[in-house]
């Protein structure tokens, strides 16, 4: 079955250090890649899409993605986290229609 | 400006009872989505709407579940004979069009008791 995976399910950093969430997905051909996050007590937001070109994407708050086609990756990375990056993260695709298909999500702890 | 809204926040109800959801999406975005979250999981995609009409109900667990969005903006999901794996948050996201960014709402968390 097409399927998103984020293979850390809990994440524990201290702040400073460098973060890299993993996302691969099955899709085949020409998929869309989000990653979006959601902050304790707030709605999901976008942090970064991509749709083609430049496959090393830049989002908010200094986050970054990078699409590797022939890994059908898209992991997510932050040089370094601060306390108030602590958030779900989800990783999730679609393929040009309206249906985003997540991963369960990784669950970043940072601390101060 | 306001962005998408869903009431009630929280709905309890008893098992086999009927609910009723709605979404008011950003004004002007011509597509509605519906998507389901149950604890420590992704949301799933339920339905979503191009206008007035479902374009993809592919989500949707089984007839007693429904949605409609009869004038293009706000829309409604309705659950019949609710059970107990009904429980999750139900997530609201619209977009200017389909396949572009989804902005979502705070969610609706349904109980089943």
């Known amino acids: 079955a097409q399927s998103v995976s984020q293979h850390n399910h809990h994440v524990i950093l201290s702040e400073a250090a460098s973060l890299e969430l993993g996302c691969n997905y099955s899709?085949?051909?020409?998929?869309?890649l989000f990653w979006y996050v959601q902050y304790p007590g707030q709605h999901l937001q976008l942090l970064l899409k991509?749709?083609?070109?430049?496959?090393l994407v830049k989002g908010i708050k200094g986050f970054e993605a990078e699409f590797i086609k022939s890994k059908f990756s898209f992991n997510l990375r932050k040089p370094s986290v601060q306390w108030s990056d602590t958030a779900e993260y989800f990783c999730a695709v679609n393929k040009n229609t309206g249906k985003l298909i997540f991963g369960q999500g990784t669950t970043l702890q940072v601390k101060p | 400006g306001a962005g998408v809204s869903q009431t009630p926040s929280n709905k309890v109800t008893e098992k086999g009872k009927y609910v009723e959801l709605r979404c008011d999406p950003i004004?002007?975005?011509?597509?509605l989505y519906w998507y389901r979250q149950s604890l420590g999981q992704g949301p799933e995609f339920l339905i979503y709407f191009q206008g007035t009409g479902a374009a993809d109900d592919s989500g949707l667990p089984n007839d007693r579940f429904f949605a409609v969005r009869p004038e293009g903006s706000v829309s409604t999901l309705k659950i019949q004979r609710t059970e107990r794996g009904d429980s999750a948050v139900y997530l609201c996201a619209s977009s200017a069009s389909q396949g572009n960014e989804q902005f979502f709402g705070p969610g609706t968390r349904l109980t089943v008791l």
């Open positions: 991509y749709f083609s070109g430049d496959p």
């Open positions: 899709y085949g051909g020409t998929v869309n």
């Open positions: 004004s002007g975005h011509t597509a």
